[in-house]
Protein backbone atom coordinates (compact mmCIF):
# COMPACT_ATOMS: atom_id res chain seq x y z
CA UNK A 1 0.00 0.00 0.00
CA UNK A 2 2.90 2.54 0.89
CA UNK A 3 4.49 1.43 -2.31
CA UNK A 4 1.37 2.93 -4.20
CA UNK A 5 1.67 6.34 -2.64
CA UNK A 6 2.00 8.98 -4.85
CA UNK A 7 5.34 10.65 -5.67
CA UNK A 8 5.85 13.59 -2.55
CA UNK A 9 3.17 12.44 -0.85
CA UNK A 10 2.81 14.42 2.56
CA UNK A 11 -1.03 14.40 3.68
CA UNK A 12 -2.63 11.01 4.30
CA UNK A 13 -6.00 10.09 5.04
CA UNK A 14 -6.50 6.27 6.60
CA UNK A 15 -9.89 4.78 6.10
CA UNK A 16 -9.78 1.91 9.16
CA UNK A 17 -6.55 2.26 11.02
CA UNK A 18 -7.45 -0.71 13.12
CA UNK A 19 -4.14 -1.75 15.21
CA UNK A 20 -2.06 0.56 13.48
CA UNK A 21 0.03 -1.53 10.92
CA UNK A 22 -0.67 1.03 8.15
CA UNK A 23 -0.18 3.94 10.29
CA UNK A 24 3.33 3.07 11.71
CA UNK A 25 4.27 2.25 8.01
CA UNK A 26 3.16 5.89 6.46
CA UNK A 27 4.83 7.60 9.92
CA UNK A 28 8.36 5.09 8.80
CA UNK A 29 8.11 6.16 5.04
CA UNK A 30 8.34 10.04 6.49
CA UNK A 31 4.80 11.21 6.48
CA UNK A 32 4.48 13.33 9.72
CA UNK A 33 1.90 12.11 12.30
CA UNK A 34 0.19 16.00 12.55
CA UNK A 35 -0.35 15.28 8.31
CA UNK A 36 -2.30 12.30 8.72
CA UNK A 37 -5.99 11.56 9.48
CA UNK A 38 -6.47 8.47 10.85
CA UNK A 39 -10.11 7.33 10.80
CA UNK A 40 -11.68 4.08 12.80
CA UNK A 41 -15.33 2.85 13.63
CA UNK A 42 -14.33 0.98 16.22
CA UNK A 43 -14.13 2.39 19.54
CA UNK A 44 -11.49 0.09 21.11
CA UNK A 45 -9.69 0.69 18.45
CA UNK A 46 -9.54 3.98 18.24
CA UNK A 47 -8.28 4.37 22.24
CA UNK A 48 -5.58 1.92 20.65
CA UNK A 49 -4.64 4.42 17.85
CA UNK A 50 -5.34 7.60 19.79
CA UNK A 51 -2.94 6.51 22.87
CA UNK A 52 -0.26 5.05 19.95
CA UNK A 53 -0.18 7.73 17.78
CA UNK A 54 -1.06 11.29 19.54
CA UNK A 55 0.48 13.99 17.25
CA UNK A 56 -1.91 12.37 14.31
CA UNK A 57 -5.74 13.45 13.85
CA UNK A 58 -7.63 9.77 15.59
CA UNK A 59 -10.84 10.09 15.12
CA UNK A 60 -13.56 7.60 15.74
CA UNK A 61 -16.15 8.11 12.80
CA UNK A 62 -17.64 6.75 10.05
CA UNK A 63 -15.98 7.02 6.95
CA UNK A 64 -19.60 7.84 5.49
CA UNK A 65 -18.96 11.01 7.38
CA UNK A 66 -14.97 11.77 5.90
CA UNK A 67 -15.13 14.96 4.95
CA UNK A 68 -17.50 16.60 8.04
CA UNK A 69 -15.05 14.69 10.54
CA UNK A 70 -11.95 16.12 8.35
CA UNK A 71 -13.63 19.75 9.04
CA UNK A 72 -14.23 19.09 12.78
CA UNK A 73 -10.76 18.09 13.58
CA UNK A 74 -8.87 20.27 11.93
CA UNK A 75 -7.70 17.96 9.05
CA UNK A 76 -8.99 20.01 6.32
CA UNK A 77 -7.03 22.82 7.06
CA UNK A 78 -4.00 21.55 6.11
CA UNK A 79 -4.88 21.51 2.42
CA UNK A 80 -5.71 18.65 0.42
CA UNK A 81 -4.66 14.82 0.84
CA UNK A 82 -2.36 13.67 -1.59
CA UNK A 83 -3.69 9.85 -0.84
CA UNK A 84 -6.50 7.71 1.25
CA UNK A 85 -5.43 4.15 2.43
CA UNK A 86 -8.76 2.14 3.20
CA UNK A 87 -8.78 -1.49 4.35
CA UNK A 88 -12.17 -1.12 4.69
CA UNK A 89 -14.52 -3.81 3.76
CA UNK A 90 -16.24 -3.00 0.37
CA UNK A 91 -17.22 -5.50 -0.94
CA UNK A 92 -19.54 -6.28 1.18
CA UNK A 93 -21.12 -2.90 1.17
CA UNK A 94 -24.46 -1.51 -0.87
CA UNK A 95 -23.21 0.70 -3.82
CA UNK A 96 -25.05 3.46 -2.15
CA UNK A 97 -22.63 3.42 0.70
CA UNK A 98 -19.39 2.72 -1.63
CA UNK A 99 -20.10 5.55 -3.45
CA UNK A 100 -20.89 7.86 -0.22
CA UNK A 101 -17.32 7.01 1.19
CA UNK A 102 -15.37 6.98 -2.29
CA UNK A 103 -16.87 10.18 -2.85
CA UNK A 104 -15.82 11.76 0.53
CA UNK A 105 -12.24 10.50 -0.15
CA UNK A 106 -12.26 12.64 -3.42
CA UNK A 107 -13.66 15.34 -1.98
CA UNK A 108 -10.93 15.75 0.19
CA UNK A 109 -8.12 14.26 -2.40
CA UNK A 110 -6.06 16.84 -4.38
CA UNK A 111 -6.53 16.44 -8.36
CA UNK A 112 -3.89 13.89 -8.86
CA UNK A 113 -4.53 12.15 -5.24
CA UNK A 114 -5.85 8.60 -5.20
CA UNK A 115 -7.56 6.08 -3.04
CA UNK A 116 -5.35 3.32 -2.22
CA UNK A 117 -7.64 0.19 -1.34
CA UNK A 118 -7.03 -2.99 0.47
CA UNK A 119 -8.99 -6.14 -1.00
CA UNK A 120 -9.47 -9.72 -0.14
CA UNK A 121 -11.64 -10.16 -3.19
CA UNK A 122 -10.91 -11.13 -6.61
CA UNK A 123 -12.43 -8.05 -8.24
CA UNK A 124 -11.82 -4.45 -7.50
CA UNK A 125 -13.94 -3.66 -4.84
CA UNK A 126 -15.81 -0.56 -5.83
CA UNK A 127 -18.67 -1.22 -8.10
CA UNK A 128 -18.03 -0.21 -11.60
CA UNK A 129 -21.22 1.49 -12.20
CA UNK A 130 -19.70 3.83 -8.60
CA UNK A 131 -16.67 4.13 -10.43
CA UNK A 132 -18.10 5.70 -13.56
CA UNK A 133 -20.63 7.64 -11.65
CA UNK A 134 -17.97 9.78 -10.12
CA UNK A 135 -15.34 9.45 -13.58
CA UNK A 136 -12.61 7.31 -11.80
CA UNK A 137 -10.81 4.45 -12.66
CA UNK A 138 -9.15 1.69 -11.48
CA UNK A 139 -6.26 -0.09 -11.71
CA UNK A 140 -4.77 -3.41 -9.90
CA UNK A 141 -1.58 -2.55 -8.46
CA UNK A 142 -0.31 -5.76 -6.83
CA UNK A 143 -1.48 -9.32 -5.66
CA UNK A 144 -0.07 -11.74 -2.72
CA UNK A 145 -0.82 -14.65 -3.95
CA UNK A 146 1.17 -16.34 -0.28
CA UNK A 147 -1.14 -15.09 1.86
CA UNK A 148 -4.88 -16.98 2.43
CA UNK A 149 -7.17 -15.52 1.25
CA UNK A 150 -4.85 -13.25 -1.74
CA UNK A 151 -4.58 -10.12 -1.05
CA UNK A 152 -4.93 -7.68 -3.52
CA UNK A 153 -4.16 -3.83 -4.09
CA UNK A 154 -6.13 -1.23 -6.18
CA UNK A 155 -5.39 2.13 -6.82
CA UNK A 156 -8.48 4.53 -8.34
CA UNK A 157 -7.98 7.92 -9.32
CA UNK A 158 -9.60 10.45 -11.86
CA UNK A 159 -9.95 9.69 -15.44
CA UNK A 160 -8.22 12.16 -17.17
CA UNK A 161 -9.57 13.09 -21.21
CA UNK A 162 -7.12 12.30 -23.66
CA UNK A 163 -5.93 15.61 -25.26
CA UNK A 164 -6.71 16.07 -29.14
CA UNK A 165 -4.00 16.40 -31.04
CA UNK A 166 -4.24 16.95 -35.18
CA UNK A 167 -2.56 14.01 -35.58
CA UNK A 168 -4.59 11.83 -33.40
CA UNK A 169 -7.87 13.82 -35.60
CA UNK A 170 -7.39 12.13 -38.80
Not at 24 to 39: E, N, T
Not at 73 to 79: D, E, H, P, Q
Not at 122 to 145: D, F, G, I, Q, Y
Not at 146 to 170: D, E, F, G, H, L
Request: net charge neutral; proline share 6%; glycine share 8%.
Amino acid sequence: MIAELPDRARRVVELGGGTGVFTQALIDHGIAPHDMLVLELNEDLHHHLHERFPLAHVVCGDAMQLPSIAERCGFSAGGPADAVLSGLGLLSMSKATQRGIVEGAFTLLAPEGRLIQFTYGPTCPVNKEVLAALHLKARRASMTLWNMPPATIYVISRQRSKAITPTSMR
